[in-house]
């Protein structure tokens, strides 16, 4: 069952433009993690919030996290073409081990 | 560490063959996740191992599919026999206890014709 549902689908824009992809779920959950997969690679861990956190920074990425309205947003700053990627929203869901990934956004940066 | 290594990066096979894939895990790693992923329904996870013992396998598609984990460095994830829309990138990632980030395989590419 897909529990986290990553809007848009797909973004492009310009380089040095800020991209700004969300997350939305349904249960309740422990902490919702984002993913990167470049194409034709596997995913890579790029930030984690945890349930009772807000906001978290890392670098150029910057994640909020609203339990009340079940929803995540991921702010890529001063995009580059390296960021062409798909991004993930994924959710450890309340007393369980295995996290749930949505299908994802895919993030074009023009040069 | 080399990270999560899979193999092979690519199968193509034909229909009714078997298939087996395989997946070495991070060394101290406990979890170890099967992910199937298509076009059409995203990532998919089919099963999972903590400290070997398959914890949670609803998501295995049916009983053509099978995974074990004889040991903490390697797993397998048999399709027998195979169909066409068994066609996907088959992913392996493994993680650490009481951390949450996970650490993928490059993928198989899987070609069922």
């Known amino acids: 069952s897909q529990q986290g549902e990553e809007d848009p689908q797909a973004l492009s824009i310009q380089e040095g433009e800020n991209a700004t992809m969300n997350c939305s779920y349904k249960t309740s959950i422990n902490n919702l993690q984002w993913y990167r997969q470049n194409s034709g690679r596997g995913l890579v861990h790029l930030i984690l919030?945890?349930?009772?956190?807000r906001e978290k920074h890392s670098g150029r990425l910057r994640v909020t996290l609203d339990t009340s309205k079940k929803s995540s947003s991921l702010l890529i700053t001063a995009s580059r073409a390296a960021d062409t990627a798909s991004y993930f929203c994924a959710t450890e869901v309340y007393r369980d081990d295995k996290i749930i990934f949505g299908k994802g956004t895919r993030l074009h940066i023009l040069p | 560490d080399a990270g999560v290594i899979q193999s092979p990066r690519h199968e193509v096979t034909e229909m009714g063959q078997e298939v087996t894939l395989r997946c070495k895990p991070i060394?101290?790693?406990?979890?170890l996740f099967w992910y199937r992923q298509t076009m059409m329904r995203g990532l998919e996870l089919l099963i999972y191992f903590n400290n070997n013992v398959p914890i949670d396998d609803s998501g295995m598609p049916e009983d053509r599919f099978s995974a074990k984990m004889p040991n903490a460095s390697f797993s397998t994830l048999k399709i027998q026999p195979s169909e066409p829309r068994d066609s996907a990138v088959y992913f392996c990632?493994?993680?650490?206890?009481?951390?949450?980030?996970?650490?993928f395989g490059p993928g198989t590419r899987l070609t069922v014709t």
């Open positions: 919030i945890r349930s009772n956190e």
């Open positions: 060394s101290g790693h406990d979890y």
């Open positions: 990632a493994s993680s650490l206890e009481g951390e949450y980030e996970q650490y």
